[in-house]
């Protein structure tokens, strides 16, 4: 069973730019998650994508956005990027949004905003 | 306004002995909380949850105890073995949020001294 995977590994943008994060969800999986964690810090809920739907969204700006596709594979999109968005950005998939579906995380994309 | 705490940011535990990582939450909502490991340059790992109707879960080397009048819970690992070396996550949610917002603690890093 393939896991959660991400692309790219690591990312350099200037401020102001736009960058598209994705995520392959893992097998039989059709809800995703983001996460934004900065050094330091535990990971900060972005948002949750469930069967191709926003399912909730935590305390970020509207220039994070998001997709999920037929397949449940999902990108993550950040507009107007700000120095503040360096950070290691997980995904997790998950086989369902109850509270007992269990969260498989991803290795995580690294980017650094300059 | 952080929701869940763990207080301790590293811990030091010889080969053999038990590891205890502690975490305290403020928001009495939370009713289920996960434990996760990180090695570097991989996702955080689900190891154990726990919900609010119980005050243990066990799973082989691993245990988690919730306290739900102190708001507290702690993992126990016993025995500590070398490959336990990682950074610890607490996390909690609450059940009308569905699988959604995984609310992390900022992690403790436990080193199993050889």
């Known amino acids: 069973e393939t896991g959660v995977t991400q692309s790219p590994t690591h990312l350099i943008k200037t401020r102001g730019q736009q960058v598209t994060l994705r995520c392959s969800s893992q097998?039989?999986?059709?809800?995703v998650s983001w996460y934004q964690q900065a050094l330091g810090q535990g990971p900060q809920f972005i948002f949750q994508?469930?069967?191709?739907?926003?399912?909730g969204r935590g305390n970020f700006p509207p220039r994070f956005s998001g997709l999920q596709f037929p397949n449940y594979s999902s990108e993550l999109n950040v507009n107007a990027l700000e120095l503040d968005d360096s950070a290691l950005y997980l995904c997790?998939?998950?086989?369902?949004?109850?509270?007992?579906?269990?969260?498989?995380f991803g290795p995580g994309t690294r980017l650094t905003v300059l | 306004d952080q929701q869940v705490k763990q207080n301790s940011p590293s811990l030091s535990v010889q080969e053999g002995r038990i590891s205890i990582l502690n975490c305290d939450y403020t928001?009495?909502?939370?009713?289920?909380f996960l434990w996760y490991k990180k090695y570097p340059a991989e996702g955080p790992t689900f190891l154990i949850s726990?919900?609010?109707?119980?005050d243990k879960n066990e799973d082989g080397r691993f245990t988690v105890f919730l306290n739900k009048s102190a708001k507290h819970l702690s993992l126990h690992i016993v025995p500590s073995q070398p490959g336990d070396s990682a950074v610890y996550f607490c996390?909690?949610?609450?059940?009308?949020?569905?699988?959604?917002?995984?609310?992390f603690g900022t992690g403790t890093r436990l080193t199993i001294i050889p």
């Open positions: 097998s039989g999986h059709n809800t």
């Open positions: 726990i919900s609010s109707i119980k």
């Open positions: 996390a909690a949610r609450r059940s009308n949020f569905g699988n959604e917002k995984l609310t």
């Open positions: 928001n009495s909502m939370f009713d289920y």
């Open positions: 997790a998939s998950s086989r369902g949004a109850g509270i007992t579906d269990t969260q498989y």
């Open positions: 994508y469930y069967r191709e739907e926003e399912n």
